[in-house]
């Protein structure tokens, strides 16, 4: 246990369904993160918040919709996902930025 | 952006033994990361080494900075270590940039 939960752990949808991953962070973190882990890629970010306020886009499809309510939740949610968007989602978070990162366990999604 | 690779790409050991995992780095880096994700994809951290020498059990890192190095010693291997070890490095004040991984197995 990191202290950072991930929920739903496999998710599996449609090319036109709409769904939303959602991270929960217990240890008073400021920053939180987005990845992404395909088959045979190294982990690559996707979205960093700190105190709320993104930081970081990195170049990410607008299909990909990151929100931050509050400092320890985080949520993606997905709209007309692609088959190669199949891949895991970590979120991480840390202290503040420039700090060690904790990661949740993962969504595994599949796209249809 | 920056540049890191891991050396070996895949290890596989007979329990007991030893290894030495290595990560490059291409330019000066905030602080490094190593983790290992275990089978489900969990990762898990095992050492926050921007640089010097750290040890946790059977398991210690040597950061090099100046020479843009840093190494992850197993000694003893046991089945459980078997998944694959990543490297990380912040070197933009936001972001992690991974290494490729080394994927270890260890055989009973």
């Known amino acids: 246990e990191t202290g950072v939960t991930q929920t739903p752990r496999h998710l599996v949808m449609g090319m036109t369904n709409k769904k939303s991953l959602k991270c929960e962070q217990h240890?008073?973190?400021?920053?939180m993160y987005w990845y992404k882990q395909s088959a045979k890629k190294p982990l690559e970010l996707m979205f960093v918040?700190?105190?709320?306020?993104?930081?970081e886009n990195n170049s990410v499809p607008s299909r990909f919709s990151p929100e931050c309510p509050n400092s320890s939740h985080l949520f993606l949610h997905l709209h007309t996902l692609q088959p190669e968007d199949s891949a895991l989602y970590l979120c991480a978070s840390s202290p503040d930025l420039n700090n060690e990162q904790f990661f949740g366990p993962g969504t595994r999604l599949t796209v249809l | 952006g920056i540049q890191v690779e891991q050396s070996p790409p895949d290890l596989i050991l007979q329990e007991g033994a030893n290894s030495t995992l290595r990560c490059n780095f291409s330019?000066?880096?905030?602080?490094l990361q190593w983790f290992h994700q275990n089978p489900w994809g969990q990762l898990i951290n095992l050492f926050y080494i921007p640089s010097g020498t750290k040890q946790n059990g059977r398991l210690s890192a040597t950061t090099v900075a100046t020479e843009r190095y840093s190494l992850l010693y197993i000694s003893s291997s046991q089945t459980t270590d078997s998944g694959v070890y990543f490297c990380a490095v912040n070197y933009a004040g936001n972001m992690l940039t991974f290494g490729g991984g080394t994927r270890l197995m260890v055989k009973p």
């Open positions: 330019d000066s880096v905030n602080n």
């Open positions: 918040y700190s105190l709320e306020e993104r930081v």
């Open positions: 240890l008073g973190h400021n920053a």
